[in-house]
């Protein structure tokens, strides 16, 4: 049986295709490279542009592998001398074409005879409601939230014309690896709002600050 190895060794690999970012490798001493391969990537949801990493064990030692995300070539290092892996990079920047806000890719590593894989999705920070129009008096919404992170709380908060939060509201839990909501039909504005411009700050956060981050904003002018 292999006993454990007492060193360390640094390796810089460059991830870079197909307009991703490029990223660089931190390879790490860790398990046998007896066992089967296997990889996995740091979170299962990742926002636009957000660095990730990827971790592998089970691959031959000091070995050259090469990654592709959706088939298409997406990086290459080399094993540790335990035959792992541990590489950062660039998520897509854009959401396909026809997207409905949440991507799923499939990013799968190579080494000689070995081969694993890993899946991951990929989305954006939104808030809208539909429909977008209508008698405020009557007009009810259904409010689509999406990309803001596995569990807690989304609250509306309306800020009236002078800045001041008029009504904060609770409109549930975010679900799913990506933190996703969809209500049901409720009437857009709760009370009746006066004449100007409103903005309607969506966020997890159930006291109302201007500052507040991860945030989306909606204006909405009432005359």
Not at 80 to 87: D, L, M, R, V
Not at 99 to 106: F, I, Q, R, V
Request: proline fraction near 4%.
């Amino acid at each position: 049986m292999t006993g454990r190895h007492d060193t360390e060794r640094l390796l810089v690999a460059v991830l870079a295709s197909a307009g991703f970012a490029a990223g660089v490798v931190a390879l790490t001493t860790a398990a046998s490279a007896a066992s089967r391969p296997s990889v996995r990537v740091s979170h299962a949801c990742y926002q636009l542009a957000q660095k990730g990493t990827v971790h592998g064990s089970g691959f031959d030692p000091s070995a050259h592998w090469t990654a592709k995300l959706d088939g298409k070539a997406f990086g290459n290092g080399t094993t540790s001398s335990a035959g792992t892996i541990t590489a950062n990079f660039g998520v897509p920047s854009h959401l396909r074409k026809g997207s409905t806000g949440e991507d799923s890719y499939k990013l799968v590593v190579r080494e000689g005879k070995h081969s694993a894989s890993a899946t991951f999705l990929v989305t954006h920070l939104s808030a809208s409601f539909s429909p977008a129009g209508g008698n405020l008096s009557t007009l009810k919404v259904s409010f689509s939230l999406l990309g803001w992170g596995r569990g807690g709380t989304l609250y509306l908060h309306y800020v009236n014309p002078n800045g001041t939060v008029r009504l904060t509201r609770a409109l549930g839990s975010a679900g799913g690896a990506c933190g996703h909501l969809v209500t049901s039909l409720e009437k857009l504005f709760p009370f009746t709002p006066t004449v100007g411009k409103w903005t309607l700050q969506f966020d997890k956060n159930p006291s109302y600050r201007a500052i507040t981050v991860p945030r989306v904003g909606i204006r909405y002018k009432i005359s």
